[in-house]
Structure formats: structure tokens, C-alpha cells
């Protein structure tokens, strides 16, 4: 299963509890993230900005549990000229994948950092922060890290895109679920709709369940 998605987009955040229960037994995961505030498109906080995301993230937590903390709320949001730039966690993430194929638990802590401790996730001292309570070593993620943000990252983010595209999605997240068809013996890719599963984790890992023995089964 492909795993379309950005550190900085919250609706990604309300995935996140679909994605950690989409750890299944014959499922494998690659992830794709795709710079939705990177290069051109990375934000300062404004009080425009802070208007703009406050509903969206009150309608994540009413629909999904996903909790967001004060810290975020009335700290990070209210830090007026604060960089918001997906390429420095993306960098993270390759980091951790590179190290020890944690790129994920690094997305996932860096979520939380984000959206309930109010951290700054686009800057190097708070990353370096978050590998380390990965328990990975600091002067290692910071070689790697820096080595991520020259090399690979823009690589990455472009190839993201491409899935992105390839998969028809309409934006981040998207889940395509790729597979060889029993019939034809042809790859196919089946992008999977995620809004009836939020907010109910063990409902999606059912359903992923059922897709999976679907393939499995016999023609």
C-alpha cells in the first residue's frame, strides 16, 4: 500500500490512526511525501493563516478523537512570522528511514510534536530533538539529515507528486492500495477511499483485511 501525504497537513493527522493500523501480515507499506509547503509554497503563521486552519482542525478532532493540544492552539498558531516548510520534516524522515527504516515513527512523533506540544517541526534543533527521542543517534541524524535536505529530499518530493498524480488522487492523503491481479497477472493500483474509516481505525483495518483476502483468494 502506497501512503500519499505531508508532515504538515492536518488532515493527514486525522489519518494517522488508519495508518498505524494498516500494519498487516502480506501488506507492505511505502510511504510518499509529497511537500505540500515546500519551496514556493512554504507559509509564515499569520493571524490570517491561524483563521484559516483553526475550523479545519476543530472539525479533525470533533470527526476523528485526534487530540490537539493547547500548546498548538494558543502557542504554536499565535508565534506570528514562524516558518511552516514540509522539506525539513520530509528530510527527517528520510534521515530515519536511512538509519533505521523508522521514516514513520519519525512522521508520527513529528505530528504529535506539531499539533500537541505547538513544536516548530521546520527547524533542525527541534528534529534533532525528535530523533533522539527515537533513540537514534544525534550526530549520525544530523549527518543524514543534512545529507537528505541537499540530495534526496526535492527527489523525493517530486517522485511523491508523480504518485500522487498516477494514483488520480485529489490531494494528501491518499491511499492506493497496488496489487497483481489475479486474472490478468497485471500490477493495478486501487485507491482507497479513507472518509468512512475516520476516526474508526479497527474499521479500516477490517476493511483492508477483507481487501487483502479478496486478492488472496483463489480465481
Known amino acids: 500500500m502506497h501512503y500519499i501525504f505531508d508532515p504538515l497537513c492536518g ?3 486525522a489519518a494517522a490512526p488508519l495508518l498505524a493500523a494498516s500494519s498487516l501480515p502480506g501488506l507492505q507499506l511505502q510511504w510518499h511525501a509529497g511537500g505540500m509547503l515546500s519551496g ?8 490570517d493563516w491561524r483563521a484559516k486552519v483553526m475550523p479545519h482542525d476543530e ?4 470527526l476523528t478523537g485526534q487530540p490537539f493540544g493547547d500548546a498548538y492552539y ?9 516558518t511552516l516548510d514540509s522539506t525539513p520534516p520530509i528530510a527527517a524522515m528520510l534521515a530515519a528511514e536511512t538509519m533505521a527504516g523508522r521514516g514513520l515513527d519519525m512522521l508520527a512523533r513529528a505530528q504529535t510534536a506539531h499539533y500537541v506540544e505547538g513544536q516548530q517541526i521546520s527547524t533542525l534543533g527541534v528534529l534533532q530533538s525528535l530523533a533522539q527521542d527515537l533513540g537514534l543517534d544525534a550526530h549520525e541524524f544530523a549527518a543524514q539529515y543534512q545529507s537528505a535536505l541537499a540530495d534526496t529530499a526535492a527527489d523525493h518530493i517530486q517522485e ?6 498516477a494514483s488520480g488522487g485529489q490531494g494528501f492523503p491518499t491511499f492506493l492500495l497496488e496489487y497483481t491481479e489475479a486474472a490478468s497477472g497485471r500490477r493495478v493500483g486501487q485507491r482507497l477511499d479513507m472518509s468512512p474509516w475516520l476516526g474508526n481505525a479497527a474499521g479500516w483495518q477490517a ?5 487483502l483476502d479478496a486478492e488472496a483468494a483463489p480465481a
Request: glycine share 6%.
Open 160 to 165: 511523491s507528486r508523480e504518485w500522487l498524480q
Open 207 to 211: 476493511h483492508l483485511q477483507q481487501l
Open 74 to 82: 494558543n502557542g504554536l498558531l499565535h508565534q506570528i512570522g514562524a
Open 40 to 47: 514556493q509554497a512554504r507559509r509564515t503563521i499569520t493571524p
Open 59 to 62: 472539525r479533525i478532532a470533533a
Open 11 to 13: 488532515w493527514c493527522y
